[in-house]
């Protein structure tokens, strides 16, 4: 359980530095650096948890975005792809999930 969380926890400082280095509006960064340091790593866990198999770390950082609130044309930006390939994972990643699951995304 410990690991998870650290695993977590180090997924959240790389997509923190991620963000700090993108050539995202400088108020837009401030905010979503604010939204992710709230996060709250135990809430993340629970949710990968209920994962039917284990989370690919590109995997937990689209979740964390999606977690986040962040705009699709942002996590788009973040990540180098086009917004259509966002959604593509946010449907992939939402079928590694028990059907009644509660999705941030």
Do not use: W
């Amino acid at each position: 359980m410990q690991g998870q969380c650290v695993y977590i926890e180090t997924q959240i400082e790389y997509l923190r530095i991620q963000i700090e280095s993108s050539s995202m509006p400088a108020g837009l960064k401030t905010d979503l650096l604010q939204r992710l340091r709230l996060l709250v790593p135990s809430r993340v866990e629970a949710l990968t948890r209920q994962a039917h198999k284990p989370l690919s770390s590109t995997g937990l950082r689209y979740i964390l975005c999606f977690y986040i609130t962040m705009d699709v044309r942002a996590i788009a930006s973040l990540f180098n792809v086009d917004t259509g390939t966002v959604y593509s994972v946010r449907y992939r990643l939402r079928k590694q999930f028990p059907s009644g699951a509660v999705l941030p995304f």
